[in-house]
Protein backbone atom coordinates (compact mmCIF):
# COMPACT_ATOMS: atom_id res chain seq x y z
CA UNK A 1 0.00 0.00 0.00
CA UNK A 2 1.69 3.39 -1.00
CA UNK A 3 1.97 5.95 1.63
CA UNK A 4 -0.41 8.77 0.41
CA UNK A 5 1.26 12.14 -0.31
CA UNK A 6 0.96 14.24 2.05
CA UNK A 7 1.21 11.79 4.46
CA UNK A 8 4.29 13.28 7.04
CA UNK A 9 2.50 16.56 7.18
CA UNK A 10 -0.48 14.43 7.93
CA UNK A 11 0.65 12.82 10.43
CA UNK A 12 1.79 15.63 12.28
CA UNK A 13 -1.51 17.22 12.18
CA UNK A 14 -3.16 14.47 13.39
CA UNK A 15 -1.54 14.67 16.45
CA UNK A 16 -2.31 18.56 16.78
CA UNK A 17 -5.44 18.41 15.41
CA UNK A 18 -6.98 14.73 16.34
CA UNK A 19 -10.02 15.49 19.02
CA UNK A 20 -9.31 11.74 20.44
CA UNK A 21 -6.07 12.65 22.95
CA UNK A 22 -5.52 8.84 22.65
CA UNK A 23 -3.85 8.89 19.22
CA UNK A 24 -0.83 11.55 20.36
CA UNK A 25 0.73 8.21 23.09
CA UNK A 26 0.69 5.98 19.68
CA UNK A 27 4.37 4.92 17.95
CA UNK A 28 5.09 6.65 14.82
CA UNK A 29 4.74 2.64 13.30
CA UNK A 30 1.34 2.44 14.96
CA UNK A 31 -0.04 5.71 13.42
CA UNK A 32 1.91 4.93 10.34
CA UNK A 33 -0.96 1.29 10.15
CA UNK A 34 -3.82 3.48 11.61
CA UNK A 35 -3.19 6.27 8.34
CA UNK A 36 -2.83 3.23 6.19
CA UNK A 37 -6.08 1.32 6.94
CA UNK A 38 -7.84 4.78 7.18
CA UNK A 39 -6.84 5.50 3.49
CA UNK A 40 -8.28 2.36 2.47
CA UNK A 41 -11.59 2.98 4.74
CA UNK A 42 -11.75 6.68 2.86
CA UNK A 43 -11.24 5.13 -0.65
CA UNK A 44 -14.35 2.69 0.41
CA UNK A 45 -16.38 5.35 1.90
CA UNK A 46 -16.00 8.28 -0.46
CA UNK A 47 -15.15 6.78 -3.74
CA UNK A 48 -17.06 9.79 -5.33
CA UNK A 49 -14.06 12.35 -4.46
CA UNK A 50 -12.02 10.42 -6.76
CA UNK A 51 -14.45 10.67 -9.79
CA UNK A 52 -13.56 13.83 -11.76
CA UNK A 53 -16.65 13.35 -14.37
CA UNK A 54 -19.10 15.77 -13.68
CA UNK A 55 -21.71 13.13 -12.80
CA UNK A 56 -20.09 13.43 -9.00
CA UNK A 57 -22.64 13.27 -6.13
CA UNK A 58 -22.06 12.21 -2.71
CA UNK A 59 -24.71 10.23 -1.25
CA UNK A 60 -23.16 9.82 1.79
CA UNK A 61 -22.71 12.57 4.78
CA UNK A 62 -19.39 12.19 6.36
CA UNK A 63 -20.80 13.90 9.81
CA UNK A 64 -22.87 11.01 10.17
CA UNK A 65 -19.92 8.71 10.60
CA UNK A 66 -17.86 9.09 14.30
CA UNK A 67 -14.40 8.19 12.87
CA UNK A 68 -12.41 11.74 13.50
CA UNK A 69 -9.05 10.80 11.90
CA UNK A 70 -10.56 9.73 9.15
CA UNK A 71 -12.70 12.84 8.84
CA UNK A 72 -9.39 14.79 9.21
CA UNK A 73 -7.42 13.14 6.28
CA UNK A 74 -9.98 13.37 3.88
CA UNK A 75 -10.64 17.16 4.75
CA UNK A 76 -6.90 17.83 3.43
CA UNK A 77 -7.58 15.86 0.54
CA UNK A 78 -10.26 17.88 0.09
CA UNK A 79 -8.81 21.32 1.05
CA UNK A 80 -6.12 20.51 -0.88
CA UNK A 81 -8.49 19.88 -4.35
CA UNK A 82 -10.52 22.63 -3.45
CA UNK A 83 -7.45 25.11 -3.92
CA UNK A 84 -5.95 23.49 -6.56
CA UNK A 85 -9.29 23.66 -8.48
CA UNK A 86 -9.82 27.21 -7.76
CA UNK A 87 -6.19 28.27 -8.44
CA UNK A 88 -6.86 25.98 -11.94
CA UNK A 89 -9.96 28.22 -12.93
CA UNK A 90 -7.64 31.90 -12.30
CA UNK A 91 -5.09 30.33 -14.23
CA UNK A 92 -7.38 29.40 -17.15
CA UNK A 93 -8.82 32.39 -17.60
CA UNK A 94 -12.30 31.05 -16.48
CA UNK A 95 -12.43 33.55 -13.23
CA UNK A 96 -11.16 36.92 -12.73
CA UNK A 97 -10.99 39.47 -9.33
CA UNK A 98 -14.65 39.12 -8.80
CA UNK A 99 -14.93 35.81 -7.64
CA UNK A 100 -12.44 36.81 -4.86
CA UNK A 101 -14.05 39.83 -4.05
CA UNK A 102 -17.07 37.55 -3.67
CA UNK A 103 -15.42 35.29 -1.32
CA UNK A 104 -14.17 38.57 0.54
CA UNK A 105 -17.97 39.28 1.10
CA UNK A 106 -18.43 35.93 2.12
CA UNK A 107 -18.96 35.50 6.26
CA UNK A 108 -20.88 34.04 9.05
CA UNK A 109 -24.06 36.44 8.47
CA UNK A 110 -23.42 35.39 5.06
CA UNK A 111 -22.29 31.85 4.95
CA UNK A 112 -22.81 30.46 1.45
CA UNK A 113 -22.81 33.89 -0.44
CA UNK A 114 -20.66 33.18 -3.06
CA UNK A 115 -22.83 29.76 -3.90
CA UNK A 116 -25.81 31.73 -4.06
CA UNK A 117 -24.57 34.78 -6.48
CA UNK A 118 -23.57 31.64 -8.74
CA UNK A 119 -26.72 29.95 -8.41
CA UNK A 120 -28.50 33.20 -9.71
CA UNK A 121 -25.94 33.18 -12.63
CA UNK A 122 -26.84 29.81 -13.39
CA UNK A 123 -30.47 30.27 -13.18
CA UNK A 124 -30.78 33.62 -14.96
CA UNK A 125 -27.79 31.98 -18.03
CA UNK A 126 -29.40 29.52 -19.54
CA UNK A 127 -32.76 31.75 -19.88
CA UNK A 128 -30.75 34.45 -21.68
CA UNK A 129 -29.16 32.39 -24.06
CA UNK A 130 -32.55 30.50 -25.10
CA UNK A 131 -33.67 33.57 -25.45
CA UNK A 132 -30.89 34.62 -27.75
CA UNK A 133 -31.12 31.35 -29.57
CA UNK A 134 -34.87 31.93 -30.13
CA UNK A 135 -34.40 35.66 -31.33
CA UNK A 136 -31.42 34.69 -33.60
CA UNK A 137 -33.64 32.39 -35.66
CA UNK A 138 -36.82 35.35 -35.84
CA UNK A 139 -37.24 37.24 -38.89
CA UNK A 140 -37.35 40.25 -39.73
CA UNK A 141 -33.72 40.27 -37.81
CA UNK A 142 -34.51 42.11 -34.52
CA UNK A 143 -30.69 43.53 -33.23
CA UNK A 144 -31.81 45.93 -30.84
CA UNK A 145 -33.31 42.45 -28.61
CA UNK A 146 -30.39 40.90 -28.75
CA UNK A 147 -28.30 43.29 -27.93
CA UNK A 148 -30.21 43.69 -24.72
CA UNK A 149 -30.35 39.86 -24.02
CA UNK A 150 -26.80 39.82 -24.20
CA UNK A 151 -25.64 43.38 -21.96
CA UNK A 152 -27.78 41.42 -19.56
CA UNK A 153 -25.97 37.97 -19.89
CA UNK A 154 -23.10 40.17 -19.99
CA UNK A 155 -23.39 41.98 -16.97
CA UNK A 156 -24.57 38.28 -15.01
CA UNK A 157 -21.42 37.03 -15.81
CA UNK A 158 -19.03 39.88 -14.94
CA UNK A 159 -20.43 39.69 -11.67
CA UNK A 160 -19.65 36.48 -10.55
CA UNK A 161 -16.21 37.32 -12.42
CA UNK A 162 -17.01 35.04 -15.51
CA UNK A 163 -14.40 36.57 -17.84
CA UNK A 164 -14.78 34.39 -20.64
CA UNK A 165 -18.37 34.48 -21.08
CA UNK A 166 -18.31 38.26 -20.38
CA UNK A 167 -15.61 38.77 -23.58
CA UNK A 168 -17.62 36.49 -25.89
CA UNK A 169 -20.53 39.00 -24.75
CA UNK A 170 -18.69 41.66 -25.94
CA UNK A 171 -17.92 39.93 -29.37
CA UNK A 172 -21.45 39.46 -30.01
CA UNK A 173 -22.20 42.88 -29.33
CA UNK A 174 -19.97 43.60 -32.14
CA UNK A 175 -21.38 41.50 -34.28
CA UNK A 176 -24.81 43.21 -33.81
CA UNK A 177 -23.93 46.55 -34.18
CA UNK A 178 -22.25 45.79 -37.45
CA UNK A 179 -25.87 43.43 -38.00
CA UNK A 180 -23.56 40.28 -38.45
CA UNK A 181 -26.27 37.56 -38.15
CA UNK A 182 -23.62 34.96 -39.07
CA UNK A 183 -21.09 36.27 -36.35
CA UNK A 184 -24.03 36.63 -33.81
CA UNK A 185 -24.78 32.76 -34.55
CA UNK A 186 -21.16 31.59 -34.52
CA UNK A 187 -20.62 33.68 -30.97
CA UNK A 188 -23.45 32.45 -30.03
CA UNK A 189 -22.63 28.97 -30.25
CA UNK A 190 -18.60 29.38 -28.31
CA UNK A 191 -21.21 31.37 -25.58
CA UNK A 192 -23.30 28.16 -25.05
CA UNK A 193 -20.00 25.96 -24.96
CA UNK A 194 -18.32 28.14 -22.56
CA UNK A 195 -21.23 28.36 -20.58
CA UNK A 196 -21.43 24.36 -20.62
CA UNK A 197 -17.99 24.62 -19.43
CA UNK A 198 -18.06 27.03 -16.69
CA UNK A 199 -21.35 25.63 -15.06
CA UNK A 200 -19.99 22.25 -14.81
CA UNK A 201 -16.78 23.49 -13.04
CA UNK A 202 -18.27 25.50 -10.80
CA UNK A 203 -20.92 23.06 -9.85
CA UNK A 204 -17.81 20.61 -9.03
CA UNK A 205 -16.03 23.18 -7.28
CA UNK A 206 -19.02 24.06 -4.81
CA UNK A 207 -19.95 19.99 -4.07
CA UNK A 208 -16.54 20.02 -3.18
CA UNK A 209 -16.65 23.21 -0.97
CA UNK A 210 -19.82 21.33 0.62
CA UNK A 211 -17.89 18.56 1.60
CA UNK A 212 -16.00 20.52 3.67
CA UNK A 213 -18.58 22.73 5.11
CA UNK A 214 -19.80 20.23 8.00
CA UNK A 215 -16.56 19.40 9.23
CA UNK A 216 -15.64 23.22 9.28
CA UNK A 217 -19.01 23.11 11.55
CA UNK A 218 -17.58 20.31 13.72
CA UNK A 219 -13.99 21.49 14.28
CA UNK A 220 -15.19 25.24 15.09
CA UNK A 221 -18.47 23.49 17.36
CA UNK A 222 -15.06 21.82 19.20
CA UNK A 223 -13.01 24.61 20.00
CA UNK B 1 -21.75 61.73 19.18
CA UNK B 2 -22.94 58.93 17.67
CA UNK B 3 -22.57 59.30 14.24
CA UNK B 4 -25.78 58.04 11.89
CA UNK B 5 -25.38 55.83 9.32
CA UNK B 6 -24.88 56.48 5.94
CA UNK B 7 -28.42 56.30 3.56
CA UNK B 8 -27.83 54.40 0.37
CA UNK B 9 -30.83 54.06 -2.53
CA UNK B 10 -29.63 51.41 -4.80
CA UNK B 11 -31.64 51.09 -7.90
CA UNK B 12 -31.25 47.92 -9.84
CA UNK B 13 -34.25 45.61 -11.56
CA UNK B 14 -31.85 42.56 -11.84
CA UNK B 15 -31.49 40.57 -8.65
CA UNK B 16 -27.88 39.32 -9.20
CA UNK B 17 -26.85 43.16 -8.91
CA UNK B 18 -28.76 43.75 -5.97
CA UNK B 19 -27.54 41.31 -4.24
CA UNK B 20 -23.95 41.79 -4.83
CA UNK B 21 -24.26 45.41 -4.28
CA UNK B 22 -26.16 44.94 -1.51
CA UNK B 23 -23.76 42.70 0.31
CA UNK B 24 -20.66 45.32 -1.07
CA UNK B 25 -22.86 48.36 0.82
CA UNK B 26 -23.50 46.18 3.80
CA UNK B 27 -19.96 45.51 4.71
CA UNK B 28 -19.13 49.14 4.35
CA UNK B 29 -21.61 49.76 7.08
CA UNK B 30 -23.95 51.88 5.44
CA UNK B 31 -28.12 51.49 5.47
CA UNK B 32 -29.18 50.15 2.25
CA UNK B 33 -32.96 50.70 0.66
CA UNK B 34 -33.81 49.14 -2.53
CA UNK B 35 -35.86 50.14 -5.43
CA UNK B 36 -36.36 48.22 -8.58
CA UNK B 37 -36.72 50.63 -10.97
CA UNK B 38 -36.48 54.26 -11.78
CA UNK B 39 -39.95 55.38 -11.47
CA UNK B 40 -39.76 53.61 -7.91
CA UNK B 41 -36.82 55.24 -6.77
CA UNK B 42 -37.95 58.37 -7.63
CA UNK B 43 -41.25 58.18 -5.75
CA UNK B 44 -38.75 56.88 -2.65
CA UNK B 45 -36.76 60.32 -2.89
CA UNK B 46 -40.18 62.17 -2.98
CA UNK B 47 -41.15 60.38 -0.12
CA UNK B 48 -38.22 61.52 2.07
CA UNK B 49 -38.23 64.83 0.72
CA UNK B 50 -42.21 65.14 1.55
CA UNK B 51 -41.62 63.44 4.99
CA UNK B 52 -38.71 65.46 5.91
CA UNK B 53 -37.12 62.25 7.23
CA UNK B 54 -33.85 63.44 5.61
CA UNK B 55 -32.51 62.55 2.18
CA UNK B 56 -30.71 59.78 1.14
CA UNK B 57 -26.81 60.21 1.52
CA UNK B 58 -26.18 58.71 -2.55
CA UNK B 59 -27.86 57.52 -5.29
CA UNK B 60 -26.50 54.52 -7.02
CA UNK B 61 -28.61 53.66 -10.19
CA UNK B 62 -28.34 51.41 -13.20
CA UNK B 63 -29.41 52.74 -16.33
CA UNK B 64 -31.60 50.09 -18.05
CA UNK B 65 -34.93 49.09 -16.24
CA UNK B 66 -38.35 48.44 -16.93
CA UNK B 67 -40.79 51.42 -16.40
CA UNK B 68 -38.51 53.99 -15.80
CA UNK B 69 -34.86 53.62 -16.82
CA UNK B 70 -32.05 55.30 -14.77
CA UNK B 71 -31.32 58.50 -17.08
CA UNK B 72 -35.35 59.83 -16.54
CA UNK B 73 -35.03 58.94 -13.01
CA UNK B 74 -31.80 61.07 -12.78
CA UNK B 75 -33.66 63.73 -14.50
CA UNK B 76 -36.85 63.56 -12.38
CA UNK B 77 -34.81 63.42 -9.40
CA UNK B 78 -32.68 66.85 -10.36
CA UNK B 79 -36.10 68.21 -10.87
CA UNK B 80 -36.68 67.89 -7.47
CA UNK B 81 -34.20 69.91 -6.57
CA UNK B 82 -32.39 67.28 -4.77
CA UNK B 83 -28.79 67.71 -4.37
CA UNK B 84 -28.08 63.69 -3.03
CA UNK B 85 -25.22 62.87 -5.25
CA UNK B 86 -26.23 60.76 -8.17
CA UNK B 87 -23.75 58.11 -9.18
CA UNK B 88 -24.62 55.54 -12.27
CA UNK B 89 -23.45 51.89 -12.09
CA UNK B 90 -23.98 50.35 -15.46
CA UNK B 91 -22.29 47.70 -17.82
CA UNK B 92 -22.81 50.72 -20.46
CA UNK B 93 -19.84 52.42 -19.88
CA UNK B 94 -18.29 53.63 -23.51
CA UNK B 95 -17.70 57.34 -22.99
CA UNK B 96 -21.51 58.44 -24.80
CA UNK B 97 -23.38 56.29 -22.21
CA UNK B 98 -21.48 58.26 -19.34
CA UNK B 99 -21.80 62.17 -20.88
CA UNK B 100 -25.79 60.81 -21.04
CA UNK B 101 -25.84 60.37 -17.55
CA UNK B 102 -23.76 63.45 -16.78
CA UNK B 103 -26.01 65.45 -18.74
CA UNK B 104 -29.20 64.15 -16.79
CA UNK B 105 -27.51 65.35 -13.83
CA UNK B 106 -25.36 62.33 -12.13
CA UNK B 107 -22.62 63.42 -10.61
CA UNK B 108 -20.10 60.21 -11.11
CA UNK B 109 -20.50 56.94 -13.08
CA UNK B 110 -18.60 53.65 -12.12
CA UNK B 111 -18.93 50.48 -14.78
CA UNK B 112 -20.39 47.31 -12.90
CA UNK B 113 -19.88 45.22 -11.03
CA UNK B 114 -20.00 47.51 -7.63
CA UNK B 115 -16.57 46.47 -5.62
CA UNK B 116 -15.63 47.56 -2.10
CA UNK B 117 -12.64 49.69 -3.84
CA UNK B 118 -14.96 51.22 -6.22
CA UNK B 119 -17.45 51.96 -3.36
CA UNK B 120 -14.78 53.68 -1.28
CA UNK B 121 -13.26 55.84 -3.90
CA UNK B 122 -17.42 57.20 -4.10
CA UNK B 123 -17.57 57.35 -0.62
CA UNK B 124 -14.70 59.56 -0.06
CA UNK B 125 -15.80 61.71 -3.00
CA UNK B 126 -19.15 62.96 -1.78
CA UNK B 127 -17.17 62.74 1.69
CA UNK B 128 -19.13 60.15 3.01
CA UNK B 129 -16.52 57.70 3.93
Not at chain 1, 53 to 76: E, N, R
Not at chain 1, 101 to 119: G, H, I, K, M, T
Not at chain 2, 1 to 18: G, N, Q, T
Request: glycine share 4%.
Amino acid sequence: MPDTPGAPLLRRRLVTDMVDWNMVLLTRRELSIRIKILHVINNILFPSIYMPSSSLHVSLQPSQFSLPACTIMDYSTLRRQITFMKKSFFDQGYLDEQFNQLEELQDESSPNFVEEVVALFLKDSPRLLTNIEHTIGKYPQDFHRLDSLVHQLKGSGSSIGAVRMKNECSVFKAHCNDKNLEGCRRSLQRMKREHATLKQKLESYFQLLRQVAPREHAVNSRK
Amino acid sequence: MDRRRIRVLLVEDEEIHRVVARAVLRAAGVEVEEAENGAEAVRRVRERVAGGGGAYDLILTDKQMPVMDGLEATRQIRAMVVATPIVAVSSDSLPPDVQAFITAGANDFTPKPLTKEKLGHILAKFGLA
